[in-house]
T-cell receptor, first 113, second 115 residues
Framework: QKEVEQNSGPLSVPEGAIASLNCTYSDRGSQSFFWYRQYSGKSPELIMFIYSNGDKEDGRFTAQLNKASQYVSLLIRDSQPSDSATYLC?????????????FGKGTKLSVKP | DAGITQSPRHKVTETGTPVTLRCHQTENHRYMYWYRQDPGHGLRLIHYSYGVKDTDKGEVSDGYSVSRSKTEDFLLTLESATSSQTSVYFCAITQSGLMNTGELFFGEGSRLTVL
């Protein structure tokens, strides 16, 4: 069974701090990695994707990928209360009946003013 | 905006009744998906479609059927609803035009309660 694991949280950080969200995956053949943000009662929205080892930065967000350790993370710098949401990690796998994309259960982030 | 509309947005029904959820898109996307989201399980794929009349099963397809007779509409049917199918259902499309690259755009969701 291919899996994507995330700490459920809640992760609480003060405003202006760096929030670090982590995700591990079981399929060594995975090639593509995604972070979705989901506000309470809303649908998920894609915020970052990363395909290569290393860091990818987009504004206040940085995705980090380490394929050897099967680990992907999302850093949010200068966290704002508006970043309070659940963050879903998703991994593109091959084979199986998942339509090639498996989601973690999400980490709930709370940014305190 | 990928122009996805789900209907109904909310529905309460009784065990054993049939239910159909509709996903409508306006931009001719080839790939469409139905997911369900439950506390403790995350998002799980029910069925997906890669064209008119072309569909395949996902991870949790038991108890569900789908149809796609037109590019713009992807229907999810629960033939005989059960309480375990109480969930939030999301339709999604792949904007890139490729098979589930992971870059999904989701509809607003349909909350279904089966009593």
């Amino acid at each position: 069974q291919k899996e994507v694991e995330q700490n459920s949280g809640p992760l609480s950080v003060p405003e202006g701090a760096i929030a670090s969200l982590n995700c591990t995956y079981s399929d060594r053949g995975s090639q593509s990695f995604f972070w979705y943000r989901q506000y309470s009662g809303k649908s998920p929205e894609l915020i970052m994707f990363i395909y290569s080892n290393g860091d990818k930065e987009d504004g206040r967000f940085t995705a980090q990928l380490n394929k050897a350790s099967q680990y992907v993370s999302l850093l949010i710098r200068d966290s704002q209360p508006s970043d309070s949401a659940t963050y879903l990690c998703a991994v593109n796998v091959y084979g199986g009946s998942q339509g090639n994309l498996i989601f973690g259960k999400g980490t709930k982030l709370s940014v305190k003013p | 905006d990928a122009g996805i509309t789900q209907s109904p947005r909310h529905k309460v029904t009784e065990t054993g009744t049939p239910v159909t959820l509709r996903c409508h898109q306006t931009e001719n996307h080839r790939y469409m998906y139905w997911y369900r989201q439950d506390p403790g399980h995350g998002l799980r794929l029910i069925h997906y479609s890669y064209g008119v009349k072309d569909t395949d099963k996902g991870e949790v397809s038991d108890g569900y059927s789908v149809s796609r007779s037109k590019t713009e509409d992807f229907l999810l049917t629960l033939e005989s609803a059960t309480s375990s199918q109480t969930s939030v259902y999301f339709c999604a499309i792949t904007q890139s035009g490729l098979m589930n690259t992971g870059e999904l755009f989701f509809g607003e969701g349909s909350r279904l309660t089966v009593l």
